[in-house]
T-cell receptor, first 115, second 116 residues
């Protein structure tokens, strides 16, 4: 079965704290892609990162970093020195390598960054 | 930003009435998708299209139908709306390259549908 689990429903931090959002996935495929999307209060979905199953290198983009570990089927997302503008719902998603190329989403983690 | 629009952006309707949501893209992408977003479920796929007149079901397709007569338009129809179809509906587009490399999906702004 293909599944994405985001066990943290809601996280609240104070500005400038570091925060890690967890994502655990299940798939039998050996080739797959993982994604993170951000949904701010305005409601749109913003693409953050794509990672393929052959590339386990961690990635850093400004205050954002991602830790991909195939051994634990996890793709965690860390925000360093969080800011109020980071407040949003964050979704982790798994791409199915079938004819649909559809995404399987986790249920999302709501992050609240308090000033 | 990817050129994706959805119409209407908000709609309130009554149980039993038909509703059609439209997704329009200007990117000439092959794949188009309809998802619904509900609290606690993230986004779930309703239907998708892999070309003009080529569509298939997703995991929550009951009560929905789709059509794609042009590359740029993907319509989602609720034949007889029910209160359980109250949700936010997102359209997405994507393209795969000739090498089969999968590209990210870009999402439209969403349509908030309320069925009373």
């Amino acid at each position: 079965a293909q599944k994405v689990t985001q066990a943290q429903t809601e996280i609240s931090v104070v500005e400038k704290e570091d925060v890690t959002l967890d994502c655990v996935y299940e798939t039998r495929d050996t080739t797959y892609y993982l994604f993170w999307y951000k949904q701010p209060p305005s409601g749109e979905l913003v693409f953050l990162i794509r990672r393929n199953s052959f590339d386990e290198q961690n990635e850093i983009s400004g205050r954002y970093s991602w830790n991909f570990q195939k051994s634990t089927s996890s793709f965690n997302f860390t925000i360093t020195a969080s800011q109020v503008v980071d407040s949003a719902v964050y979704f982790c998603a798994l791409n199915l390598r079938d004819s649909s190329y559809k995404l399987i989403f986790g249920s999302g983690t709501r992050l609240l960054v308090r000033p | 930003d990817a050129g994706i629009t959805q119409s209407p952006r908000h709609k309130v309707t009554e149980t039993g009435t038909p509703v059609t949501l439209r997704c329009h893209q200007t990117e000439n992408h092959r794949y188009m998708y309809w998802y619904r977003q509900d609290p606690g479920h993230g986004l779930r796929l309703i239907h998708y299209s892999y070309g003009v007149k080529d569509t298939d079901k997703g995991e929550v397709s009951d009560g929905y139908s789709v059509s794609r007569s042009k590359t740029e338009d993907f319509l989602l129809t609720l034949e007889s709306a029910t209160s359980s179809q109250t949700s936010v509906y997102f359209c997405a587009i994507s393209e795969t390259g000739s090498s089969g490399r999968y590209n990210e999906q870009f999402f439209g702004p969403g349509t908030r549908l309320t069925v009373l």
